[in-house]
């Protein structure tokens, strides 16, 4: 589990193609290593990541076709810049949300605009997931936790402010980035309660029962 607090600020150190799936090298920067061993997560994007190797200035990670399929890991090249965050623990400060690093879709980047010192985004996100974001809740965007300020269908705003904006790879948005996307957890269990006994039914959704009752 994670935090959504961005630690450092690393880049793609290289790729490699294994049999179908990835590995990364990833240059942790300013991150400090000291206290990671081999297996331990890494959020690189919002991405878990486990740690299999240690090569001195960053860390190697498999990435498979699930997490290629699902997220932006595979467009990643050498010198890209992504947001890093270690694995919480029983004494870290939760001064975002509950992340867990699995991330349910990708989002882009539909504008940027100046909002004072700070800088609005509006994002777009799949149709799938617009039902998990509400208003003043929480987002994790790249692995960085964030109070969703506006909702209109499945587009959504951010304000950004200046540390952020330094801080993680928000600062290199432009339109039509593409962004790893989870949604509050909260939200996913939540639609699973109020299934009760239908969520063993494969054929049923929330949506239907909801129409069902407006009916």
Same mark, same amino acid.
């Given at each position: 589990?994670?935090?959504?607090?961005?630690?450092?600020?690393?880049?793609?150190?290289?790729?490699?193609?294994?049999?179908?799936?990835?590995?990364?090298?990833?240059?942790?920067?300013?991150?400090?290593?000291?206290?990671v061993?081999?297996?331990?997560?890494?959020?690189?994007?919002?991405?878990?990541?486990?740690?299999?190797?240690? &090569?001195?200035d960053?860390?190697?990670?498999?990435?498979?076709?699930? =997490? @290629?399929?699902? =997220?932006?890991?595979?467009?990643?090249?050498?010198?890209?810049? +992504?947001?890093?965050?270690?694995?919480?623990? &029983?004494?870290?400060?939760?001064?975002?949300?509950?992340?867990?690093?699995?991330?349910?879709?990708?989002?882009?980047v539909?504008?940027?605009h100046?909002?004072?010192?700070?800088?609005?985004?509006?994002?777009?996100?799949p149709?799938?997931?617009?039902?998990?974001?509400?208003?003043?809740?929480?987002?994790?965007?790249?692995? =960085?936790?964030? =109070?969703?300020?506006?909702?209109?269908?499945?587009?959504?705003?951010?304000?950004?402010? &200046?540390?952020?904006?330094?801080?993680? +790879?928000?600062?290199?948005?432009?339109?039509?980035?593409?962004?790893? @996307?989870? +949604?509050?957890?909260?939200?996913?269990?939540?639609?699973? %309660? %109020?299934?009760?006994?239908?969520?063993?039914?494969?054929?049923?959704?929330?949506?239907? @029962? +909801?129409?069902?009752?407006?009916?």
């Amino acid at each position: 589990m994670f935090t959504g607090i961005i630690e450092a600020l690393g880049e793609i150190g290289g790729t490699e193609q294994r049999g179908g799936d990835l590995r990364l090298h990833i240059r942790t920067g300013g991150l400090d290593l000291g206290d990671v061993g081999l297996g331990d997560s890494i959020a690189v994007n919002g991405v878990c990541l486990t740690v299999v190797e240690l &090569p001195g200035d960053g860390f190697i990670a498999d990435v498979s076709i699930e =997490t @290629l399929n699902f =997220t932006t890991a595979g467009q990643w090249k050498t010198a890209t810049p +992504v947001n890093l965050e270690r694995a919480l623990t &029983p004494s870290t400060r939760l001064g975002g949300h509950l992340v867990s690093g699995h991330v349910d879709g990708v989002g882009e980047v539909v504008e940027r605009h100046q909002d004072a010192r700070s800088e609005r985004f509006r994002i777009k996100a799949p149709a799938e997931l617009a039902r998990y974001i509400a208003h003043k809740g929480s987002i994790s965007v790249d692995g =960085t936790s964030l =109070t969703v300020n506006a909702v209109s269908g499945d587009e959504f705003e951010l304000n950004i402010v &200046p540390h952020t904006l330094e801080h993680t +790879v928000f600062g290199a948005y432009q339109g039509g980035a593409k962004v790893n @996307l989870e +949604v509050d957890v909260i939200a996913r269990y939540l639609e699973r %309660l %109020l299934l009760g006994d239908k969520a063993a039914s494969q054929d049923v959704s929330l949506s239907t @029962l +909801v129409n069902k009752i407006l009916d």
